[in-house]
T-cell receptor
Framework: EPEVTQTPSHQVTQMGQEVILRCVPI?????FYWYRQILGQKVEFLVS????????KSEIFDDQFSVERPDGSNFTLKIRSTKLEDSAMYFC??????????????FGEGSRLTVL | DAKTTQPNSMESNEEEPVHLPCNHS???????IHWYRQLPSQGPEYVIH???SNVNNRMASLAIAEDRKSSTLILHRATLRDAAVYYC????????????FGTGTRLQVTL
């Protein structure tokens, strides 16, 4: 069964460092998302991406964050200068869309980011 | 986004049916009702979705009230593997709109 894959599974970084989280969505999907979940808290929407541009972003997704689909297969989330509060599990998701009510989102296993 | 209300937690015995309720009294005509679940240490996983009619798939059934102000996710025979947080989410149709997760219902399944 096709799946969304994310790397790395865990990254530890120092505050102020740049981090890139990578995702390979399901190959024929058209819509891509990043979510995050701080330990013990809700899953929070960060950004959605379609046709090589951001469709929607949340208040969390400030100038420190950026997304890119550099080569038609990878979908990356970059955090320019990490803060302690960026420590969380980051989930990538993708969907083909097109079904009434929206297609199901397929989520990856997540990348755990720890900022020290 | 229209809001949903779910119990914080529920318990079930293995092999028994589980009915997970969700209230969404401010649902609009263009909102679909989606259910996702999150197993421990995993990403969310799609379960089922519907608009007005009851829906069945291999994982679960979704029963939607006639006025659409509430719905119930039904797991016909709970297994230990069904222990997860279950999220009821309203999603606007017509766009690749985001899912807005609440706190969900933590389902505990015991032998």
């Amino acid at each position: 069964e096709p799946e969304v894959t994310q790397t790395p599974s865990h990254q530890v970084t120092q505050m102020g460092q740049e981090v890139i989280l990578r995702c390979v969505p399901i190959s024929n999907h058209l819509y891509f998302y990043w979510y995050r979940q701080i330990l013990g808290q809700k899953v929070e929407f960060l950004v959605s991406f379609y046709n090589n541009e951001i469709s929607e972003k949340s208040e969390i997704f400030d100038d420190q964050f950026s997304v890119e689909r550099p080569d038609g297969s990878n979908f990356t989330l970059k955090i320019r200068s990490t803060k302690l509060e960026d420590s969380a599990m980051y989930f990538c998701a993708s969907t083909l869309e097109g079904r009434p009510g929206g297609g199901e989102l397929f989520f990856g296993e997540g990348s755990r980011l720890t900022v020290l | 986004d229209a809001k949903t209300t779910q119990p914080n937690s529920m318990e079930s015995n293995e092999e028994e049916p589980v009915h997970l309720p969700c209230n969404h009294s401010t649902i609009s005509g263009t909102d679909y009702i989606h259910w996702y679940r999150q197993l421990p240490s995993q990403g969310p996983e799609y379960v089922i979705h519907g608009l007005t009619s009851n829906v069945n798939n291999r994982m679960a059934s979704l029963a939607i009230a006639e006025d659409r102000k509430s719905s119930t996710l039904i797991l016909h025979r709970a297994t230990l593997r069904d222990a997860a947080v279950y999220y009821c989410i309203l999603r606007r149709t017509g766009t690749a709109s985001k899912l807005t997760f609440g706190t969900g219902t933590r389902l505990q399944v015991t032998l």
